[in-house]
């Protein structure tokens, strides 16, 4: 498998990194260590929090959409907080 076949790369970088010596031992190490990180990354967090997260930046990336700043979106729910905590 290709470098090319995983991610795009321009032709502009192609070409320059082309000449780098060496540069293909480099970007398989690299990519053994995002690897290993990933890994660790998965294992660390079950599916259930990684699932949390995306629908978090999910939501958040639709608030954003819809022009809500994040000062607005804390004030909100520091509003639903203290209406929470006054029924406790």
Do not use: C
Request: aromatic share 4%; proline share 2%; hydrophobic share 40%.
């Amino acid at each position: 498998m290709s470098i090319a076949e995983i991610a795009d790369i321009p032709s502009d970088i192609a070409e320059e990194a082309a000449r780098v010596p060496g540069i293909g031992v480099r970007l398989v190490s690299f990519l053994r260590a995002e690897i290993a990180q990933n890994q660790k990354r998965l294992r660390r967090h079950s599916e259930e929090a990684r699932e949390l997260v995306q629908q978090a930046q999910a939501e958040a990336e639709s608030l954003k959409a819809k022009g809500i700043t994040r000062e607005e979106a804390m004030e909100s729910f520091e509003k639903n907080y203290f209406d929470i905590l006054k029924q406790l």
